[in-house]
């Protein structure tokens, strides 16, 4: 028994459905502190450790996450990158930096 294709049968019905532009579902605009927030959701596939401002802990590589900045003049040092619970609790729970004068500042 070969296995089941599951094909239309007319290339209308493709055509027809618009596609998304790419990462455009994953990119939102949210408010914290009183200002426009863009927010978006990645992989977390760069290879890099990043420090989360709301636990102040590590985000180890290959963990999805997300990653806020500014609406209004934002540059590439403004972005933070957030564990997705910690972006979801920012308004009940201030900053938690416990970090040592020796660690790093991701």
Do not use: K
Request: hydrophobic letters at 25%; glycine letters at 14%; aromatic letters at 8%.
């Amino acid at each position: 028994m070969s296995p089941r294709r599951n094909r239309t049968n007319s290339s209308a019905d493709r055509e027809a459905a618009p596609a998304a532009p790419p990462g455009g579902s994953l990119r939102r605009t949210e408010s914290y502190r009183g200002e426009e927030w863009v927010v978006q959701t990645v992989a977390g596939t760069a290879g890099r450790f990043y420090r989360c401002p709301g636990c102040d802990q590590e985000i180890p590589p290959g963990v999805g996450h997300v990653v806020a900045w500014p609406e209004y003049g934002a540059g590439v040092d403004d972005r933070r990158h957030w564990h997705r619970a910690c972006w979801g609790a920012r308004e009940r729970r201030g900053s938690n930096i416990q970090r040592g004068r020796g660690a790093p500042r991701y």
